[in-house]
């Protein structure tokens, strides 16, 4: 009897261990299958755009982007450096969502299959500078053959401008003449043509007309014709590749706005 009565118990146990476990396996209601496994995974709302942006265009385009995220509210993330650096990470189509330069960096993105679209925004044009007051008299860039006028200027070997110079002298029949006068005064940089003016270590030298407007306080531009056979435009260029399309295509709309009078009003116009 007492055997019968323990069989008895025992399966009556496992009966209700079985149902507790198997009650934990079964289907989930509706509301809890909402609430956890088919809930939707929420997108990121980062519209922050990478902007590759040559060195020579520092002072607009951080106006501009000043003025872009305080009317709209997005970000821009700004990465300075030469036309040059940026151009491989471009053909790469890995970095950046926006690529600021010049000619011939934007025939370069195209050729690349990079550009989604492109946004001219001014020009650039080398400018004859001389320190401020012109003490010298410098009158056009025939001038710099003059005899112990001390002149820079930026090297051909890193410098769209430096090339366009050379091309120019040599047209003009006057190179060895002015690079008597420059002697080993090539520079990489702009503003290393610049601040030797600034400084009076140099008379006179030739740099991009939008970047001499940075220097105008100690520095100024001789008005001369436009004599190169060159010229150079200035873009915003969007990018192919970019994972954020619709907040390039914004900018891109507001930099068709706002970039040309910003540029101008940095000297960046023939």
């Known amino acids: 009897m007492w055997i019968e009565k323990w069989t008895r118990l025992v399966g009556l146990s496992f009966g209700l261990a079985l149902a507790v476990i198997c009650g934990g396996c079964g289907p989930k209601s ?15 709302k980062d519209e922050t ?18 003025e872009y995220e305080q009317k709209t509210g997005r970000k821009l993330e700004m990465a300075y450096g030469g036309s040059e650096d940026h151009l491989p990470r471009v053909k790469m189509k890995k970095y950046g969502d ?19 679209r492109e946004i001219s925004v001014g020009s650039f044009s080398p400018a004859l500078v001389v320190k401020k007051g012109n003490p010298k008299k410098v009158q056009s860039i025939d001038d710099l053959k003059r005899e112990g006028l001390r002149v820079i200027l930026p090297n051909p070997e ?3 401008c430096g090339q366009m110079i050379f091309t120019l002298l040599e047209k003009k029949g006057i190179k060895e003449a002015v690079l008597k006068n420059v002697e080993n005064a090539l520079v990489r940089s702009h503003a290393q043509v610049a601040a030797p003016i600034k400084m009076g ?6 740099m991009w007309n939008g970047i001499a407007n940075n220097w105008l306080d100690s520095i100024e531009i001789v008005p001369t014709p436009y004599e190169y056979d060159q010229e150079i435009g200035v873009s915003v260029m969007g990018l192919s590749y970019t994972k954020k399309k619709e907040a390039v295509e914004a900018f891109l709309d507001f930099v068709d ?9 940095f000297g960046y116009e023939k």
């Open 158 to 160: 890193y410098s769209t």
């Open 49 to 66: 755009i990478m902007v590759l942006c040559g060195s020579s265009f520092r002072l607009p385009m951080e106006k501009l982007a000043a």
């Open 201 to 206: 270590h140099r008379d006179a030298g030739i």
């Open 257 to 265: 706005k706002r970039g040309k009078p910003i540029f101008k009003e």
């Open 98 to 116: 926006v690529f600021v330069t010049h000619t011939p960096f934007m025939q370069y993105t195209r050729d690349a299959g990079a550009l989604l």
């Open 30 to 44: 509706v509301s809890e299958s909402d609430a956890t496994a088919t809930k939707p995974v929420a997108e990121s």
